[in-house]
């Protein structure tokens, strides 16, 4: 293996010497471009399959310089996506990305958006986790290629792949904005079903960004896509959106729970996992128990300060209960007795009371009248 690894690295050699003797001119011999960047080929290819990949992407990017010389965009873009490939495997993820960049802006120069999208997002792809800004942006180069081919659904789905990215950095305007954009590509092809999809990302994005008024509006106008109301998507956001209004955490945690928001993408399941009702609210009990019924739904929901309202199947905890309680549950009990043992006195106190002004004058009348009488 190793023998064979080595007579590939010198066959690469020869390649590249072999270029430069091409490139060499003189009084009656011009430069031969062109056999310089076939010969740069074949050595990158020879040092490739040797894997010595430091020197295949050299001879690559020489081949990319060479059939520009020669007005060959085309295949100079090939020669940098090999070069592309080359910092891959070493493992310059950031240069790899570049070069597949230069790439795809070749192919568009060269009239091929449908090559150009399709080396956009590969470097796109290269980028994610090194620099995501810059994935975005190539995710957005890839969409423009797809729109003027009037791949509509490509450039839909790509449109998806940079919405990913905006969640994970909380770019939520700039999220919002992509993902009414990829609902009107949908549109536009009577793509109706990802539009259901969409829509309940749309809605948690707008209920993580705070704005509840702008989901509400989000849930009525999609009322309208073909499929919609009858969806599983709808009623499940119908739930999600009814939770928030009312402040009630256990209703929101079921809510999110659901598989219409757990199969969203990575980014946007996270995103709805993590919401969160308005106020201080305690949850009662896990989401799991309530699931498998071992407790009756219970909540807190605070309006306003000071101001709590409870409801819960039980009137009273029993002493089994209250020895079964977490200290956390037993305090919380201990404070709602207390709270109505203060109230209950305060009512004691209240009933001695003097009567009334106008109970006091009618007694003295009658008073008066039956000395009269007598």
């Keep these: 293996m190793a023998a064979r690894a080595e007579s590939k690295v010198q066959e690469g050699l020869r390649h590249m010497q072999e270029a430069e003797k091409c490139l060499k001119s003189g009084w009656f011999r011009r430069a031969d471009h062109d056999g310089a960047a076939q010969a740069y080929n074949s050595a990158g290819n020879a040092f490739r399959i040797a894997k010595s990949f430091e020197q295949a992407k050299a001879a690559f990017l020489k081949a990319s310089d060479e059939q520009y010389h020669c007005n060959s965009l085309y295949q100079s873009g090939k020669a940098l996506e090999l070069a592309g490939q080359m910092a891959k495997e070493l493992k310059q993820m950031e240069e790899a990305f570049e070069l597949t960049q230069r790439a795809g802006l070749l192919f568009r120069e060269n009239g091929t958006p449908d090559t150009a999208s399709q080396v956009f997002q590969r470097a ?7 620099n995501d800004k810059k994935a975005i942006e190539l995710y957005a180069m890839a969409v423009e290629m797809f729109e003027i081919e009037d791949k509509t659904r490509q450039a839909a789905d790509t449109l998806g792949k940079s919405i990913r990215l905006m969640v994970k950095h909380k770019q939520y305007e700039d999220c919002i904005s992509h993902m009414q954009r990829q609902i009107e590509l949908y549109q536009s092809v009577g793509s109706y079903p990802p539009i259901c999809r969409i ?43 009814d939770a928030c209004e009312k402040g009630d955490a256990d209703a929101l945690a079921l809510a999110v729970s659901q598989p219409v928001f757990t199969y969203q993408d990575n980014e946007l399941a996270k995103l709805a996992r993590d919401l969160k009702v308005e106020g201080d609210l305690k949850i009662s009990k896990p989401v799991q128990e309530l699931h498998q019924g071992k407790v009756p739904p219970l909540t807190v929901t605070r309006t306003s300060p000071g101001m709590e309202t409870r409801q819960t199947g039980q009137t009273a905890v029993s002493e089994e209960e209250q020895q079964s309680l977490d200290p956390g549950e037993e305090m919380e009990q201990k404070e709602l007795e207390e709270r109505q043992k203060n109230r209950t006195e305060g009512l004691e106190e209240e009933v001695p009371q003097e009567a009334p002004p106008q109970a006091a004058e009618q007694s003295e009348y009658d008073e008066e009248f039956e000395e009269g009488l007598s």
């Design 124 to 130: 796109a792809k290269l980028a994610e986790g090194v």
């Design 199 to 241: 829509v309940v990302g749309l809605i948690v994005v707008h209920l993580a960004h705070g704005d509840p008024v702008a989901a509400d509006e989000m849930f009525k106008t999609a009322i309208a896509v073909p499929g919609f109301p009858d969806s599983d998507e709808a009623i499940a956001i119908e739930q999600l959106l």
